[in-house]
């Protein structure tokens, strides 16, 4: 079944695009769980390594699987083309690399997931290329920070703890005004909340791990963009570096996108109410939700995302101590530092995620001792109502 003929919605193509059948006629998408794959005559071996014959080489450059992913990505997305890798990290490294050279420059927005600020901070500049961090909240910091070489921006909205928002569009528009890339982590928003390549962005990057697999099975990763930039600078990347995805994990991921709207559409919903509960309660001093309209970037919200977010950030009064008597309060909503999963997930950033940032460094991002980040599921909504109500009495 080719994806490529049909106009179809989000849930439709999340159940059918990219689906590859073999002779056999499988409902379920096939795991082609294959190293290598073999060739009727050496002709066609011949034929197939000089690109003059169609078909896989080496699961190190595509597999059958891992293919009915990345369309499957693609028809979500609205991108010409993506490669899937092994984790999300493996996503943001090939696309930040494959982006820039020594001597090139990157600006990116200080509020990064941890390991993706360490690629930008600490291992570009091995290479010989620079970056700048800014608080990407404000356009003028962006305009002001680029330089003669700048080549490469690079955000993730809303950010990873505190649900920060980047405006997208004036970013891309900054980025195509000086002939640079803009790449967008989309992880916290999900392909159905919001749409980077819509928006001007040229690059879009997922940690699949999260809601695309949404049931804490499997890393996974994908990057997304216009099939020249693809070929010209991924391609070469991919089979000779190996950050691919493997096809066990391309299927259970392929399985993930069948049920990704509705387990969105439910967390979201869920996590709505329990903003609201959260900021009428006393024991708190700040709820961060971009579905609020007090959120500090609620019009950029309501201009570039179609939903409000599975997470919410607050600040507990009373500090670490306060924080984790609530973490170790809780009964249904388990301590992890993952997020996206079918399981409610509560983090305390300071002292895990975020831990390798100075205090200074957290402080400017807004994270704070009593900090914590709340990834919510698909459990009842009433009962988590419930259980954070007690958690809070009891701390
Ligand atoms: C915003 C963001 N980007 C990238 C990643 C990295 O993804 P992975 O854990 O799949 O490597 C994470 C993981 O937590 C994340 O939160």
Same mark, same amino acid.
């Given at each position: ?239 000779? /570096?190996?950050?691919? !995805? +493997? ?5 259970? &991921?392929?399985? %993930?996108?069948? @049920? $990704?709207? #509705?387990? =969105? ?87 895990? /995620?975020?831990?390798? !940032? +100075? ?5 400017? &991002?807004?994270? %704070?001792?009593? @900090? $914590?980040? #709340?990834? =919510? ?19």
């Amino acid at each position: 079944m080719s994806s490529k003929k049909r106009n179809w919605k989000p849930q439709t193509a999340l159940v059918h695009a990219g689906a590859l059948r073999s002779g056999f006629g499988e409902t379920s998408e096939a795991i082609y769980l294959t190293q290598g794959y073999v060739y009727e005559t050496a002709q066609a071996a011949e034929a197939r390594f000089k690109g003059e014959e169609p078909g896989f080489i080496y699961s190190r450059y595509a597999n059958p699987t891992v293919d009915m992913f990345e369309k499957r990505m693609c028809a979500l997305e609205g991108a010409e083309d993506a490669r899937a890798t092994a984790s999300g990290m493996a996503a943001v490294t090939a696309a930040l690399l494959c982006s820039v050279k020594a001597g090139d420059h990157i600006v990116a927005a200080r509020a990064l997931f941890g390991s993706c600020r360490w690629v930008v901070e600490t291992l570009a500049p091995r290479y010989g290329i620079e970056a700048t961090l800014v608080d990407g909240t404000n356009i003028a910091n962006w305009e002001k920070a680029v330089r003669p070489n700048t080549k490469l921006f690079f955000l993730e909205s809303p950010t990873n703890p505190t649900l920060e928002v980047v405006d997208i569009a004036a970013v891309a528009s900054l980025a195509n005004s000086i002939g640079a890339r803009l790449v967008v982590d989309n992880v916290f928003a999900t392909p159905l909340q919001q749409k980077p390549l819509q928006l001007g962005a040229h690059i879009v990057v997922y940690s699949a791990t999260k809601h695309i697999d949404g049931q804490g099975r499997c890393l996974g990763g994908v990057i997304l963009s216009d099939k020249k930039w693809i070929d010209e600078n991924l391609h070469d990347y991919f089979r000779h /570096t190996g950050p691919s !995805l +493997s096809p066990f994990n391309a299927w259970t &991921l392929l399985k %993930g996108l069948e @049920t $990704l709207p #509705l387990r =969105v559409r439910q967390q979201t919903e869920s996590a709505g109410k329990i903003a609201d509960f959260l900021a009428e309660r006393p024991e708190i001093a700040r709820v961060i939700y971009p579905g609020r309209a007090d959120h500090p970037q609620a019009a950029i919200v309501k201009k570039q995302m179609s939903g409000g977010s599975t997470l919410i950030c607050l600040d507990v009064k009373g500090g670490k101590q306060a924080a984790f008597a609530l973490q170790n309060a809780l009964d249904i909503v388990l301590i992890s530092n993952n997020l996206g999963d079918a399981k409610s997930l509560i983090t305390h950033p300071a002292t895990t /995620t975020h831990k390798n !940032l +100075s205090d200074e460094a957290r402080a400017e &991002l807004g994270i %704070g001792p009593g @900090t $914590l980040r #709340l990834s =919510v599921g698909l459990e009842d909504t009433d009962d988590l109502l419930e259980d954070i109500a007690q958690a809070l009495k009891a701390r």
